[in-house]
């Protein structure tokens, strides 16, 4: 499926667009404009009963694939039995949005029905039995579906050598793998068959054996067309120069590449630093994709945080996706909208307008956040930040300090600074045709203090008796806290129930935290923020926060 079949999805992306006015520029308009698939894992039970689920589908993407409704256990129910009411409906509801569809996936280890599993069968049974379900759902579906995922995760991932584990290898041995190629293309002539893997998208030895694997079957001449690179990653993620050495080595072997079910998940909560920085891997994705000539697609696995298989999987991560748990588009979605909109249709002719919301706020005697909201991109216009900082007020940018420029977030903290001082930040925002009026803000930074934390105390319940605090320690200084001691004292007689993650010595009025069980270093400018407690005694705020011994400002 190369980029040039997507434009003939155009017609169809344009009337959607005007069918939902509220929203200027779906993913998908911008996408298919530059032949790029970005499609989706569909979750069956939303898609069925929340319609704001398949709205948004149908509004964004322009390809489709099924998160579980194509896989063995669900189409395959019984040795001679098929259930196809969800895949139909699937390829029905892509049909009728003209998006395509990949099918995922054939011949895996995981999913795979009971009847399979525990029967017993000789190995030319189980031969006939791959060739039947092949046959029969890949024919079913011949001339609908871009690409298939032929053969799903045939290599270890510790020794990047096949797999030997697992039920086909085990009752087949190693030619499953092109038999399943064969059956496929003898089912459908024209489909792109494919290979799909996890931690395969970079460099080291599962790449290197997934490389070793496909380019095996090239040359004996079995009908693999692409691989696809699963990308379920951790924020941050960001796309490196061995992502594209490998889209490039294989595309020397006549391969195409697809990100087929990508996701950035995050350790909740997250927060806004973090959706951020997920952004930056999202807008890479799509970077990446457009820029490499052999990759096909872009699929993240589901689209609202609300739908995700990281929460049930991943204990502790979430907001993996690009659309929040209502549905709104997350910092994510705006990057890959600005990659796919940049250039879009022409060059780039009117500069953009000035940040609105400029706002800065002292996170300790040596540290202030600055944020803004971000300026929509003029069409064909990508647009970045410059931020400016003076002890002068209302200055002008040519006579101060440039601290950065280049932004694509709509933050910025800046250190350094000297205790007490009120600092003049400018900000203003620049593409290709011009930068934007400037916009000013000032702080001063906390007086005094000297120490390089900062201790957010909320308490987040309270009832007769008792309450409960949730803290965020802030390392505002430039060296890591490893193996840190909070200390505080309470206003009265409070005293701590029951503390997460740590334990709490009673000194007195005060309290010691110690020894963290996990992710006790807070790197410089990060936050830990897996801490709070519950304590007896009337709600009330500790004084006198400090960092091994050092007190917090
Ligand atoms: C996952 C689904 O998201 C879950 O709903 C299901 O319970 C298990 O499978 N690699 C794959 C996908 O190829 O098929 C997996 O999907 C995620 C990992």
Known sequence: MGKAIVRNLALAVCALAIAHPAVAAPLRTSATAKGLLLGVAVDMTPFRNEPIYSETLRREYNLLVAENAFKFDALHT??????????????????????????????????????LTGGTFTRDEVIAILRDHIMTVVGRYRGKIAAWDVVNEAIDDATGQPRTSSFWAQRIGPDYITMAF?????????????????EAEGSGAKSDGV??????????????????????????????AANH????????????????????????????????????????????????PNCAAVVTWGFTDKFSWV????????????????????????????????????????????VANLTATAISSSQINVTWNAVTPPPNCSVTYTFHRSTTANFMPSASTLIASGLTTTSNLNGNLAAGTTYHF???????????????????????????CHVGYTIVNSWPGGFQVALSIQNTG????????????????????????????????????????????????????????????PAGTPTGFAINGVPCN
């Open 78 to 115: 019984a040795r001679n039995t098929y259930n196809f009411t969800d895949a139909d409906a699937l390829v029905a509801f892509a049909q009728a949005n003209g998006m395509a569809i990949r099918g995922h996936t054939l011949v895996w280890h995981n999913q795979l029905p009971g009847w």
């Open 182 to 198: 064969q059956f496929a293309r003898q089912a459908d002539p024209a489909a792109i068959l494919y290979y799909n893997d996890f």
């Open 311 to 354: 929460p049930g999987v991943f204990n502790g991560f979430g907001d993996a996706l690009v659309f929040d748990a209502s549905y709104q588009p997350k910092p994510a979605y705006t990057a890959m909208q600005s990659v796919l909109e940049a250039g879009q249709g022409g060059t780039c002719t009117t500069a953009p307008a000035a």
């Open 478 to 537: 430039t060296a890591a806290f490893n193996g840190w001691t909070l200390t505080w004292s309470f206003p009265g007689a409070q005293t701590i129930a029951s503390l997460w993650n740590g334990t709490a010595t009673q000194n007195g009025p005060g309290v010691t935290v110690v020894n963290m069980p996990y992710n006790a270093s807070i790197a410089a400018g990060a936050s830990y923020n897996d801490v709070g407690f519950t304590a007896n005694g």
């Open 245 to 292: 050495s490998n889209a490039q080595r294989l595309a020397g072997i006549g391969l195409e590449i697809s990100i087929t079910e990508m996701d950035i998940r995050i350790q909740l909560p997250s927060d806004a630093q973090e959706l951020q920085q997920q952004a930056l891997g999202y807008g890479d994705a799509v970077t990446f994709c457009l820029a490499e």
């Open 426 to 452: 400018v900000v203003f925002a620049v593409d290709a045709a011009g930068s934007s009026p400037i916009a000013r803000t000032s702080a001063p930074t906390r007086g005094g203090g000297g120490g390089t």
């Open 211 to 240: 490389f070793n694997l496909v380019r095996g079957l090239v040359n004996q001449g079995v009908p693999i067309g692409g691989v696809g690179w699963q990308m379920h990653k951790i924020n941050p993620f960001r796309i490196s």
